[in-house]
Structures are given as C-alpha cells and as structure tokens.
C-alpha cells in the first residue's frame, strides 16, 4: 500500500513538472514573437490589432488563469488546444523573420504577419470569453442566438470545444447545403485556426450569418458569392483599399470586426469622396447593405458596377396578428362590418395596439384622443 501511495505522488510530480514545461514553453515562444516584432525594422503601427499588445494581454491572462488552478492543463481539454495552437501560431511567426522581407510593408511575409496578428486577438478574445476572471465557465457559457444555442446543445452537450470533423458532420445535418465548400467555411468558423470550433466560434459565426433558417445560405452569399467581402482584413488594409476607389462613391467593402467579434464593419466611399467604416447595430448584415444599397451609399461592391441583389433573403419581421374567434367573425358579419375597420370612426383600418389593454384603432382616432385629453387637462 505504501508503494501504491508513492508511485501516485511520482505520477503527480511528473504531471506538473509536464504541466510546467508546456507553460514556459508557451511563454517562451510568446516572448520571442514579441521581442522579434520590437525590431525598429519592422515600423508595426499600434492600431488593431496590435501584437504587442496583444500577446503581453493573452500572457497575463493565462497567469491569472493558471493562479486560479495550477492543475487545469491536466483536464480541461480545451486549454490544452489553446496552448499547442499559440506554439503552433508563435512558431509561424517566427518563422517569417527567416528572410528580410518581413520588412517591406506590401510583401506576402508582412501580410501573412497580419493575419496572424488577426488569429492572436481572436484567440485572445476567446480565452478572456471562456476564463471570465480567469474561472473556466464550461457549461455556462450562453450563445446568443437560440436555435444556435440549441443546436451545440443537442450535438455536443456541455463540451466547449469539438475537432471540425464532427462539427462539419453535425451541421450538415441540420443545414443541409449541395455545393458547400468546406475549406472556405473552415475559413470562416475557425476563427483561431486550431482544427476546432468552440462554443465561442460557433457564437460569432451564428451572429455574423443570422438567421439560422438560412445560415449557411447567408454564409455562401456574404462571402464566397459576394465581390464586397474582404477576409482578414484590418481598418488600415481597408482604408487602402478603398483609397484607390474615392472617384467612385457608393464603392464598399465589408469584414469581420477587429474589435467586436460577432459584428460586421462596413467600409465605403462616401458621396463627397471621403472614406467611412461603420459597424451596424442591432440588425443583420443582409438588411444593412439592403438599406445601405437603397438609400445610395452601398452600391459597387469593391468598385464593381454591379451589386449583389440581397432582397430575396431579406428576414421580413413578422405581421402583428391578432386571432378572431369563428363567433367574432360571425358577430362582425351581422354587423355588416369587419374586425380590421376601426369602431370608433368606421372609417379607418385599425393599425395601432394601446397597452396594456390591448384595445385596436386607427391612428387618426388616436390623434384626436389624445389632443382631447390634453384640453382636459388645461
């Protein structure tokens, strides 16, 4: 029994000293990227996203999580992918200071650099989602989207994270597509670039491509379909972009927010040549660049002359009804007169709802009630 009871504490010391090095390996390979990034050579502008802000960020935040549980590398396999993949991502930067043409601002080395500075943020942004004060949340996390939240809940329970081969199994169940490419979703979901999608990834997919009837329809319209969307994009690249098309106002681009994962930025061309990004708020993107198209400002997608028609996807919000009993129906037809007529005037159609009574007439009524009430009260 002894010898049981010292062969377990071995095991446990073996374990941390596992644990210990997987650490500092990671922060390792973190403090190179940063310090190979300091290189005056290289002129990085300090707007989003910023790597040296980024990772210095993502370090704290796995020290205050690793303070809160020195053993959480041991189960949790979620932050056992997310520090194999910053290796992975830390070693791909490095290895692009291998040539001097990570130096010169419109090579391929420095866009890749972008890129990753792009994976780094949402990585982070996924730690800080899934560590809230650095306490793994697990199974309380919330997506936003219900239908989503239903979805990752009938097919992967309470896991946070699942490899992209079960996930693309699942959806494909439930969103059937024939001509899905795989690759180009891949793209888009994995977000951090680790072979596997979590809760977070899933929720920011689900809010960029709502609604959830036509999601994956939405997805391959917005992206592969649509010459305005621009992938791995930063406010600075698009800026660039569109300077090039300041004689063509209604000239637009779109991509996935640097700073507000889940949301859209547009970027356009105004009337008067200058160059605006936008974020929309509180509607889809479809509906945006619906309005957007209509009212003039969103024309020429990336400067083509003609744009993508989005109406026949346009999420139409649903009619207020209100139910009529057979017996109202049949109470109103003795009358000689119909529910939708407003009863106060006979005139009018009933279009507007008082609450909390629930009580129906038309707007000209209304006016007149309310007109009269304030003379009553002079």
Partial sequence: ML?????????????????????????????????????????????????????PDTYTQLVFIFTQNHVILRDNYYIQVFLENMQQKCKQVLKLFKTNSIFEEQSQERRTLTKLSLIFSHMLFELKAEFPDGTFIGDRFRITKREAEEFWHNNFHNRTCVPWNEFVVAIEKTQPSSKLQLSALKNTVDLTGNDHVSNFEFDVFTRLFYPWKTLLRNWQLLTAAHPGYVAFLTYDEVKKKLEKLVDKPGSYVFRLSCTRPGQWAIGYVAPDGKIFQTIPQNKSLIQALHEGGKEGFYLYPNGNPKDIDLSTIIEAPPADRVKVTSQQYDLYCEMGTTFELCKICDDNDKNVKIGPCGHLLCTPCLTSWQVNALISLV
């Avoid at 062969?7 to 596992?18: P, W």
């Fill in 3 to 55: 010898d049981a009871f010292v062969r377990h504490n071995r095991m446990k010391i073996r374990d941390a000293e596992a644990d210990r090095r997987m650490l500092c390996k990671t922060f390792k390979l973190m403090d190179d990227v940063v310090k190979a990034c300091q290189n005056h050579r290289l002129n990085l502008r300090n707007s989003p996203p910023f790597i040296l802000d980024i990772l």
